[in-house]
Each structure stands twice: as structure tokens, then as C-alpha cells.
């Protein structure tokens, strides 16, 4: 089947006895202008949102690696190999899993008794301990 490209100035193949340019050809072009400024004024709306969220996130995101779960900012200590805070009067201190800072008190409270290997690594320091404190006692 061949089609034949309807000129604008061929009657309307809808048969409503008008010229194409004043028919479907408008009903088109009208169309066509519709969607393209929908399409403008959707982008316009939300494209400087989107651009505004995208900063948003990545201030975010540079922010969010030297501030722990607490609040407060941390440094790395690579004498110690992990994260220290940094406390609101300057001072930097090792902060333990299961603690959490108050503020109205000043200092770190543990919320939960230590478990897993935190517990092994606390136990062992205390048998070290008790160790040294008896082998003291001995001499």
C-alpha cells in the first residue's frame, strides 16, 4: 500500500471539506505547541529543583563523612586506626560502640552493654589487667 503525503493546500483527508492548513494541519501544529510548552514549562519548574536537591546532596554527603551518629564531629586517628570525636570543648576522644553523647550531661553514656568483638577486645584488656595487678601483688 503506497501513502501519499497530503499538501496543505489538498482538501482534508478527514472529509471535512476544508483545506489541510486549516484542519488537521492546525489541529497538529496546535498540538505540537501544546506539548513542546508543557514540556518547557515542566522543565523550567523542575529543573531548578532538581539542580538545587542535587547540591543539596552532595553538600550533604561531604558534610556527612566527618560528623558521627552523635552529632559531633570526628577525625581520623591514624595512630589508632579508627575514628576519634571531637568534643565541644576541643578535646578528641575514642568513642566506643553502644555510647551515645548527651549534651546536658557533657559527656558519652552507654545506652547497651558491649557485645561481639568489642566485648572479646574489653575482656581481654581486663584479664591483662587483672594479670599485671597479680603479678604485682606477687613480688
Not at 24 to 42: H, I, N, P, T, Y
Amino acid at each position: 500500500m503506497e501513502t501519499t503525503k497530503i499538501g496543505r493546500n489538498d482538501p482534508c483527508s478527514c472529509g471535512s471539506g476544508k483545506k489541510y492548513k486549516h484542519c488537521c494541519a492546525m489541529k497538529a501544529d496546535r498540538r505540537e505547541r501544546l506539548q513542546d510548552s508543557l514540556f518547557k514549562g515542566v522543565f523550567l519548574i523542575f529543573g531548578p529543583l532538581v539542580v538545587a536537591l542535587g547540591i543539596a546532596v552532595a553538600v550533604g554527603s561531604l558534610r556527612g563523612d566527618n560528623v558521627d551518629d552523635n552529632g559531633l564531629d570526628r577525625v581520623w586517628s591514624a595512630e589508632h586506626s579508627h575514628w576519634h570525636a571531637i568534643l565541644p570543648d576541643g578535646t578528641e576522644t575514642e568513642v566506643q560502640e553502644g555510647m551515645v553523647w548527651n549534651a546536658e550531661h557533657g559527656h558519652f553514656h552507654r545506652v547497651a552493654a558491649p557485645t561481639g568483638a568489642l566485648r572479646g577486645h574489653q575482656t581481654d584488656r581486663l584479664d591483662q589487667k587483672l594479670d599485671d595487678a597479680e603479678s604485682l601483688v606477687e613480688q
